[in-house]
């Protein structure tokens, strides 16, 4: 098994390969002054032939451009003769468009694992997808994993006050649950309370009571904010004493990172999958365990 790194791995690809102790190697890559991507395998360092090719490549921005760079690692891994081709992609771009909002739209999460596997890709993993169903659209083995256990360790040196768990919303409740059950506290779902006499709609949780509690707030995804910002907001108004920010992908579009704390949460963590500053959290032990267990 050789692991290689595309131009969007955010060095998870090394981490991977120490911990599993095998070969690695980095695609070179460039763009061409009209825009066209290029990679190419450093074949002198080390032959394809008959290996399992792992090539991580996460699709953070430029979403489309690493995309694409995807596609040409696992199309030439094929063409130099590779066994089996496994594309890690730590972060899926394009999976909350997975179905149809408004007649006429693309469904983009089918599109994009419909060309990973038509690029030749033998078997596709990824880590906290939007919605586990889209990857059944595949036709290879496929494998979603989870960075909640490793989020949860990471909270739990914290040793925050008194904690308890919310999701923003009904979706991500999978992944509050699964942090709950690590470290052993309540959990529960934000919802959208209309005031039958004011008629005012506010967020709150839909069971708990979260006075003086310090409420972890858990996402798949923040990418303008606006999801958390209102989940955190709500959670102060319901007595929460402090409030932090937890997702597998930070995408932190423009001042997402201000908002949030303007907003007052006071400790944001994400993972790696995306790079940004509150990237505390690497996916890599998770996807080398997952490796191990499918040698
Ligand atoms: C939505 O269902 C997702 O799980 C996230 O809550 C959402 O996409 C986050 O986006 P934003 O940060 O822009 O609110």
């Keep these: 098994m050789i692991i290689v790194g595309g131009p969007a791995s955010n060095n998870i690809d090394l981490e991977i390969a120490r911990i599993m ?13 009209d825009g066209e991507s290029y990679i190419r395998y450093p074949v002198e360092k080390v032959k394809l032939s008959k290996e399992t090719v792992v090539i991580v490549q996460s699709l953070y921005p430029p ?22 081709v496994v594309a890690v992609v730590p972060y899926l771009a394009y999976a909350r468009q997975d179905k149809r909002f408004r007649a006429g739209e693309a469904i983009s999460v089918n599109v994009i694992l419909k060309s990973i596997e038509f690029a030749g890709a033998d078997r596709f993993i990824t880590i906290d997808i939007h919605k586990e169903e889209s990857l059944k659209v595949l036709s290879i083995p496929y494998k979603n994993l989870t960075a909640m256990k490793e989020l949860a360790k990471y909270l739990a040196e914290r040793n925050y006050e008194n904690p308890v768990i919310l999701a923003p919303d009904r979706g991500a409740i999978s992944l509050a649950k699964d942090i709950a059950n690590i470290l052993n506290t309540e959990y529960d779902y934000i919802i959208k309370v209309r005031d039958k006499i004011t008629g005012e709609v506010r967020a709150e949780a839909k069971t708990l009571d979260i006075k003086d509690k310090t409420v972890i707030i858990v996402d798949d995804i923040i990418s303008t ?48 999958s995306v790079p940004s500053p509150v990237s505390k959290v690497s996916v890599a032990s998770v996807v080398a365990e997952y490796l191990q267990s499918i040698i």
């Design 21 to 33: 102790n095998i070969p690695q190697i980095t695609l070179e890559y460039k763009t061409f002054p």
């Design 63 to 84: 979403q489309d451009k690493h995309f694409l760079e995807l596609l040409l690692a696992i199309s030439t891994a094929k063409d130099l003769g590779a066994e089996e």
């Design 225 to 272: 904010g606006g999801t958390m910002v209102l989940a955190a907001r709500c959670s102060l108004a319901s007595g929460a004493k402090t409030v932090v920010a937890v997702c597998t992908h930070a995408l932190l579009v423009g001042n997402a990172l201000d908002r949030l704390r303007e907003s007052g949460v006071s400790d944001i963590i994400a993972t790696n």
